[in-house]
Structures are given as C-alpha cells and as structure tokens.
C-alpha cells in the first residue's frame, strides 16, 4: 500500500511532455511563416485596396530630406504641416510662388492623429531638426475615445513598436492587442477577399491591360507624386464642385454615427497634443493648432448636438463645448496660435465647396493655405 502511494505521489510530480508546451509555438510559428508567405513578391498587389502605406512610408523618407535640407546655409524656410486628409491637398507649388523664401513638407497622413505627430516631433528633437514653423491639423473626429467605427489606420501603418513600448499607458487594452495582432499577422491587417483577387487576375478588353496592372501604376505615381510634392497629394486648385446639398447632408449624418456618437474626449491625444507643441516651441518654430474646415451639416451637428458629458458637471454638451476648449487652453498655456476654421470669422477662408461632409474642395485651398501662412510669418 505505501509502494502504490509513492509512486501515486512520483507520478502525479511528473513535468508534462516538452511537447505539450512546444505544440503552441510551433503551431504560432507556422502560422506566422504562412502569413508572410502572402507577401512574397508583389502578391499583396492582387489583393490591397488602399495606398494608405505609401504616405507613411514616404514620410519616414522625407524627415531625412527635411534634415539636409535644414542644413544648407541657404535654404528656404521650411513650414513643417502635420494633419490628416483634409490637409493633404496644400501645394508645395502655391506656397513657394507666392511666399518667396518658404516652402513645405507636409507630414498630413490618412487619418493623421496626434500620436503620429508626437512621434515625429520626438523625432525632431532627438535629431534636432529645427523647421522654421510647425502646425498641426487637428480635428474632434481624431480624439474620441468611444467611436461607433474605431479607425487604427495610423497607429497600425505609422507607429513604430518602440513608440508603443514607451507610451502604452495612453492606449487602451484593446487598442493594444489589435495593435499587436495587426503587426504580428499582414493578413489580419489586410484582410484579402477573393472577390478582390478575382477581379485583379482578370483582363480588362477595353484598357487592354489586368486590374493588377492598373493597381501597380497607381502605386507607382502615388509614390512619385509624394516624392515630388513632398508629402502633399495636391489636386486642381480651381475645382469648385456643385454642391449636393441633400448628398452631402446625408454623408453628415452617416459620420456623425460613426465617428462622433457617443463622443468622448480621448486623453490619450490631448496628451501628444500638448508635448507635440511643447516639442515645437523648444525647437524654436512658430507652432499652432489648425482646425480644418468641414461643411455646414456638420458644424451644425458638432455644435447642436449634445453627445458628449461634461467631465465636471456631467450635464449633457456638444462635441464643440467639450473639444474646443480644451484645444485652446492648450494653445494658451504653450504660447501657440489657435486657427479655427470652422466658426471662426478671423480665419473664414469664405470658401464652402466640399467634397464631401468633411473634405474641402480643393478650389478651397488656396485661401485656407493663405490662412495658415499668414500666421507663419507673423
């Protein structure tokens, strides 16, 4: 009886196989080697349906060309744009022309967030790159915590893991491991469809040529324009659509569900807000907020509509009572400028022709580039 308890107690000691704890890294392994297999080659080509990539690629490239170019003794002076899509259309051309001494670069990505600039800006600082002004787009729709639809586009293509690593504490858990999962497997970042593929392995008899092909040519000029434009993706600055007010009104309400329903203030990107300016004034740049304008419906909602709470009283407010304030006060307490483009009569470019809701025609540009400039080289 004692024999059969000790070896009852010698067996129940025993370590599991070395394969039951093999057997998971291996299967990760395998899957993460078949993951890259997608992206052999030029595979992804049959099956990627943004160029989003390339406007982050070319700006890790052109913080190298803004440092050389910093350091000729002869240089034009440099007005450094961070911003999303709706900064994205200012011409490099329009500024050199007709401020002689200046010209741009412009860090505007897809969806641009604050986080994005804040890397850079430590960038700059760590390599003391010193442009001569710095602003930054920013807008209510990158700084809600509680979006219907959350977009990771920036965080995903544009955040290296060091930054990550160093400022985890501002990101939610979930933010986190989609972050890790999109980083660690291309196909759950690209999510290919067959219907896709398909479509880009077939030939097109009236271009004469495949949808790949065709992909693989827009690539290529996405990349030279931002090459040559330095960042922008500049469009005819005289086109001023016709406006379809019911088109656009209706696009209004479709992004205020997504983006702005419930609303709350994110203070993860207030945070890189504010060192972001900090940053820019230590560098010695004229530095500021820029709010870029959107359409009427949606000013109108951003100044009616009550989704928010606000934090001391907990009354019900408005995506503007709960944003603005807060953009201002950060501007004030840095010693920035403050350019509101929405509501504010100072910086009106009297220009309302849109795109769409949120999207400035590019007929627009000229007076809100003007704008901008204006308060670079006060």
């Known amino acids: 009886m004692k024999n059969q308890e000790q070896a009852h107690e010698s067996s129940s000691g025993k370590r599991p196989p070395l394969g039951l704890f093999l057997f998971p890294v291996l299967v990760f392994a395998l899957a993460f080697l078949v993951d890259k297999a997608f992206f052999i080659g030029r595979i ?5 349906t943004t160029a989003s990539f390339l406007n982050f690629d070319h700006k890790e490239a ?5 440092e050389d170019h910093l350091k000729k003794p002869d240089h034009l002076k440099a007005l450094v744009l961070f911003g999303n899509s709706r900064t994205m259309s200012f011409s490099r051309e329009y500024i050199e022309e007709r401020y002689p001494g200046w010209t741009l670069f412009n860090f505007s990505v897809p969806g641009g967030t604050t986080d994005y600039f804040y890397y850079f800006m430590k960038e700059f600082r760590r390599r003391d790159i010193r442009p001569e002004a710095i602003y930054f787009a920013v807008t209510p729709q990158g700084m809600n915590a509680t979006p219907a639809v959350a977009l990771d586009e920036v965080m995903v293509f544009g955040l290296p893991p060091s930054f990550l690593a160093t400022e985890f504490r501002y990101y939610s858990l979930d933010e986190l491991t ?3 999962a999109k980083k660690a497997f291309l196909v759950y970042r690209y999510r290919p469809k067959m219907k896709t593929i398909e479509w880009r392995m077939s030939y097109n008899e009236q271009t004469k040529e495949r949808p790949v092909d065709a992909f693989r040519k827009m690539l290529e000029q996405t990349g030279q324009s931002l090459t040559k434009h330095r960042g922008s993706v500049p469009y005819d600055l005289d086109v001023k ?19 702005f329903t419930p609303f709350r203030l994110h203070e993860g990107q207030v945070h890189f807000t504010e060192e972001s300016l900090k940053i820019a004034k230590e ?23 009550k989704v928010a709470i606000d934090p001391v009283t907990h009354e019900p407010i408005t995506v503007r009572a709960a944003w603005e304030p807060v953009m201002k006060r950060l501007t004030e307490e840095t010693g920035a400028s403050w350019m509101d483009f929405n509501y504010d009569p100072a910086f009106d470019p009297h220009c309302d022709f849109f795109f769409d809701a949120s999207h400035m025609a590019s007929g627009c540009f000229r007076p809100f580039m003007d704008g901008v400039m204006a308060e670079a080289m006060k």
């Open 283 to 305: 560098l010695g740049a004229k530095t500021g907020l820029v709010w870029p304008r959107v359409s009427a419906p949606l000013r109108h909602l951003k100044e009616t509509e």
């Open 178 to 180: 989609n972050y890790i």
């Open 62 to 66: 052109m913080l190298d060309e803004l």
């Open 44 to 48: 992804e080509d049959y099956f990627l």
């Open 241 to 259: 659509p016709a406006q379809d007010e019911a088109a656009i009104q209706a696009n209004a309400v479709s992004i205020w569900k997504d983006a």
